[in-house]
């Protein structure tokens, strides 16, 4: 009974500090537009997840410094414009997948945890992630409370933000660096599978019914946190994945607000 409620108890303090990071990196990706650049690097940084199982460092290292190469790699590419980005995204999505594929399958012995970081379990997050994961939410919130105007002037008219002299190189590559991290922090959780649609779903339902930006971002935070934990006890009473149970709510919370909501 004692180790039933320390998992549960982590899982919940894991899904409040995914929901802080979720309020913050969830509206600036629906409002830039982002989602496809996201998911390059949360499937993409398999290659990290890969490369440190095959020299035995930390996971969490070898994602994290290989989410923040693609990250600072696809920064440079959409500032610049290059013709047909979106090819160059997607090959750069299969390619870190596939570094980490070949990496796995040149580590001698069989690693029975992989599907771990693809699909995640949020039950299973160790206390490591949970100091990794509230270190990344301290660096979200300091982002968003050091350049919200410019992030807004950024995402809604670039121009205008320009000619107001607001650094948007500078904000969106440090945007794409802060997604890579909390891209990582959720792979023990949610997966890099999985992870773009917990990140996409609570922003998008919280728009519809938001007054203003900051709305945004505190109902997405909300939302989130419902959804996970609706998710976990669905699990529980069914006997089935957590995180598949999570998404399923996620989904069914996305239909829902089809139906009824503001445009």
Do not use: C
Not at 27 to 43: C, G, K, Q, V
Not at 51 to 76: H, N, P, Q
Not at 120 to 140: E, F, K, R, W
């Amino acid at each position: 009974m004692s180790e039933m409620l320390t998992l549960f108890s982590h899982s919940f303090i894991a899904a409040a500090l995914l929901s802080v990071a979720i309020a913050i990196i969830g509206p600036l990706m629906l409002i830039n537009r982002s989602t496809y650049l996201a998911a390059s690097i949360a499937h993409g940084s398999y290659g990290g997840v890969g490369i440190a199982i095959y020299l035995g460092i930390s996971i969490l290292l070898g994602a994290t410094a290989f989410a923040l190469a693609l990250a600072a790699l696809l920064a440079y590419l959409t500032l610049r414009n290059t013709k047909h980005l979106d090819v160059t995204i997607g090959v750069l999505w299969a390619l870190g997948m596939s570094i980490g594929i070949i990496f796995i399958d040149l580590t001698p012995g069989y690693r029975s945890d992989l599907l771990a970081y693809l699909f995640g379990d949020i039950l299973l997050v160790p206390n490591s992630d949970l100091a990794y994961m509230a270190g990344v939410d301290v660096l979200l919130l300091l982002f968003i409370w050091r350049y919200y105007h410019h992030l807004l002037a950024m995402a809604y008219d670039r121009e205008f933000a320009l000619a107001r002299g607001v650094h948007v190189g500078f904000l969106h590559t440090l945007l794409l660096l802060l997604m890579a991290l909390t891209i990582v922090m959720s792979i023990r959780s949610i997966g890099l599978i999985l992870v773009i649609a917990l990140f996409s779903v609570p922003p998008f339902v919280a728009e519809r019914f938001a007054r203003d930006f900051r709305q945004t971002i505190l109902l997405s935070g909300v939302l989130a946190f419902v959804v996970m934990v609706a998710g976990l006890v669905a699990a529980y009473k069914l006997d089935i994945s957590a995180t598949a149970a999570i998404i399923l709510v996620a989904s069914l919370l996305f239909f829902l607000s089809l139906l009824k909501g503001r445009s």
